[in-house]
């Protein structure tokens, strides 16, 4: 009996060999020029990431993003916004994880579920500073060299659907004389 004889046959494949997920908040403290009297606006701008394969069972994403607040000071008399780039790191624990890979290469790919967004941003209790809490949520995958097993039919035998005449479509004479050679050019 011959390799190809057998009933199963080894396929090697990229495959998704870990999958997480991650919601995240926190907290950061800006200290704005000004004494702030109110708050009028923040959003969360420019938001980068990258992933990398940390542990067995973690994913690392190291990001940054800024923080604009938009105030008013000097008793609500003047505005300006505030501008705070901050970076972070989550780390991702793998919910699934395939052991079966044949090498230590992967593939990361990471997708974000929700753009860092600001859930609340106040004025703290001293008033010389701004509290803004932010949320993101990220969703992980890990991409790695595997194999698949596949039943094979020994006994298999051409059909003729498997014939190659089969599948040789030609054109008739009164298919031919339809076609127009300069349809690009010719305009009606």
């Known amino acids: 009996m011959t390799f190809l004889d057998k009933e199963y046959r080894e396929i090697i494949t990229k495959a998704v060999c870990g999958k997480g997920r991650k919601f995240s908040k926190e907290s950061h403290s800006i200290s704005p020029s000004h004494r702030p009297s109110s708050i009028l606006g923040c959003w969360v701008i420019n938001h980068l990431y990258n992933a990398k394969k940390k542990s067995e069972d973690t994913v690392e994403i190291n990001g940054s993003y800024d923080i604009n607040i938009w105030y008013s000071y000097n008793d609500n008399t003047k505005t300006e916004v505030a501008t705070e780039r901050v970076t972070y790191t989550d780390i991702i624990p793998l919910s699934v994880k395939d052991d079966n890979s044949i090498n230590d290469e992967y593939d990361v790919i990471a997708k974000v579920v929700q753009q860092p967004n600001c859930l609340e941003c106040k004025i703290a209790g001293n008033g010389g500073k701004v509290t803004v809490e932010i949320e993101r949520e990220f969703i992980v995958q890990i991409i790695g060299d595997t194999k ?19 599948w040789d479509y030609k054109l008739t004479d009164d298919e031919v004389k339809d076609v127009k050679p300069d349809f690009f050019h010719k305009k009606d």
């Open 148 to 166: 698949v097993f596949v039943k094979v039919n020994p006994n298999w035998e051409k059909d003729e659907d498997d014939d190659e005449e089969a």
